[in-house]
């Protein structure tokens, strides 16, 4: 019997004493560890009644555990189910209701909750801590720690993972064993990772940047990880001179870029840094560069597609783009029906075996949004520019249509950021009587800077037409962020919703 994405991630390394996962305190994990770990897991899985195709949804605090527990949901053929940790009662009952899953984990200090998240739901409920505790390992502890994968072929469901839901209902989005296992192989092979690589994972497990790429794709070239519960920048500091890679967000390389003894000489020797899940801004790519001598790597992925496009490994990668479609990705920008010319902005649209099997029990959701001919129309704006290279302008929703022009955020945003005193800057459209809509820009200033309304939209009034500029300027410590680093807009929509209100 086959597995189609557990036995490309484990099958070569089951009962292999290689090192896999190095925590902080100076232990280690071997892949023949983590596989019978898994194993265990998987018997209980099956002993509690979980059948293939059954969903497991997991909220948990990041562990080698969770980990071993995402492995143990493959090979026994279920549907992992990862959900943030920051979820609410409320928001996880959502997830409950509408998933339908045959197992709930949960942190033991979430049970007390049970009755919220879980309403009737006849899922059985188990309990995993931080520290490996909780009564899912106690269980695990009983079984037999072999166990022969169940049988899974490329089209079976390996995960569902739900989009954040900011501009509706949480959609859960099908990814089957083949959209897991092609990306992870490009990915693999396109940034040359090896059996010799070790990879700083700071990033949490319920996305798919820390789980289905860094994970997927280390288990695949057989490297190990250094197995971060999460980010701290004099940690990573301290952990970087037995790391050859990282993966990061933008938070990430930026409060690197706040400490002092973050230099060539710390970072010189790694080989990658990659950088995701939200825009970074060409600033930090430069900064990062003349303190390191290191370009990061910047690529663009999406829940239901996993990686999309990446800068290339060697060859130029250009501050403020992400790069080119990976192999056997196809990518076009469609306006009107059509595809437009080189240089002009429009929505992306994706084709390839990383694309998603539609939204989980959303048939009129999964018709708007994925074609019969495998085109996935993203949301997401951008362009490709004559070299080829691919950018994001922002999402479609972001889209401000004012007085009848389009105004694309980034733009005004990219001649915001370079005012003195401005950090960053998001820009958002808000109901206006007379024009339908009224540019806003909310801005971060830098530490110690004084910025006023008016300075700054009279600083903006010959560098953007008229219908760009701002008509109010919101002046704030620090913009909103999820906790994969992205700018939550549609939080900042709501928020300043009646600016304009006569």
Excluded at 166 to 172: F, L, M, Q
Excluded at 251 to 278: E, N, V
Excluded at 364 to 392: M, N, Q
Excluded at 409 to 429: K, T, Y
Aim: hydrophobic share 45%; net charge negative.
């Amino acid at each position: 019997m086959t597995n189609t994405l557990f036995d490309a991630l484990m099958g070569p390394h089951r009962g292999s004493e290689r090192v896999f996962l190095i925590l902080p305190d100076g232990n280690a994990l071997s892949y023949a560890d983590i596989d019978r770990l898994s194993a265990r897991l998987a018997n209980l899985l099956v002993a509690e009644g979980v059948k293939p195709g059954d969903r497991v949804a997991v909220q948990v605090e990041k562990s080698p555990e969770a980990l071993a527990l995402y492995l143990g949901c493959l090979r026994a053929g279920a549907v992992f189910l990862p959900l943030n940790t920051a979820y609410t009662a409320a928001e996880v009952a959502y997830f409950v209701g509408d998933a339908e899953p045959a197992m709930v984990v949960c942190d033991p200090s979430r049970e007390a909750q049970r009755a919220a998240f879980m309403g009737d739901s006849p899922a059985v409920l188990m309990t995993l801590a931080g520290d490996g505790t909780g009564s899912l390992m106690a269980g695990a502890a009983e079984m037999d720690d072999v166990q022969e994968p169940v049988e899974r072929g490329p089209d079976d469901l390996a995960a569902i993972l739900y989009t954040s839901g900011t501009t509706g209902r949480s959609k859960g989005a099908m990814l089957s064993h083949r959209n897991l296992l092609s990306n992870a192989e490009v990915l693999t092979d396109y940034w040359r990772f090896t059996a010799d690589d070790v990879l700083l994972h700071a990033l949490p497990i319920f996305h798919t940047h820390g789980l289905f790429v860094a994970t997927n794709v280390l288990m695949l070239a057989g490297g190990a990880m250094i197995w971060l519960a999460k980010f701290d920048a004099k940690q990573v500091m301290s952990l970087m001179p037995r790391a050859t890679s990282m993966m990061g967000v933008p938070t990430f390389y930026t409060r690197l870029l706040d400490q002092p003894g973050f230099d060539h000489a710390l970072a010189g020797h790694m080989r990658l840094f990659t950088s995701g899940s939200a825009p970074l801004l060409a600033e930090t790519h430069r900064a990062f560069e003349a303190r390191t001598g290191q370009r990061i790597l910047e690529r663009y992925g999406m829940t239901e597609t996993n990686m999309n496009t990446s800068n290339p490994y060697e060859g130029e990668r250009r501050a403020g783009t992400v790069g080119f479609p990976l192999p056997g990705v196809e990518l076009r920008i469609m306006e009107g029906g059509a595809e437009v010319a080189a240089g002009e902005i429009g929505t992306i649209e994706v084709r390839g075996e990383n694309v998603f099997q539609g939204y989980w029990r959303m048939p009129e959701k999964t018709a708007e949004e994925l074609r019969p001919d495998g085109w996935f129309i993203t949301g997401d704006l951008g362009l490709i520019d004559e070299g080829g290279y691919v950018s994001i302008v922002g999402r479609g929703k972001d889209l401000i249509i004012s007085g009848g022009f389009n105004v694309y955020p980034i733009e005004v945003e990219d001649v915001i950021d370079r005012l003195p005193g401005v950090l960053e800057s998001a820009v958002i459209g808000l109901p206006h009587p007379d024009f339908g809509e009224g540019v806003v820009a909310v801005i971060a200033r830098e530490k110690g800077a004084e910025l006023e309304e008016q300075a700054i939209i009279a600083a903006l009034a010959d560098r953007l037409a008229k219908f760009k500029q701002p008509k109010r300027v919101i002046v704030v410590d620090e913009l909103p962020r999820n906790t994969m680093g992205k700018v939550q807009k549609a939080a900042l929509r709501k928020e300043h919703e009646g600016l304009f209100a006569r």
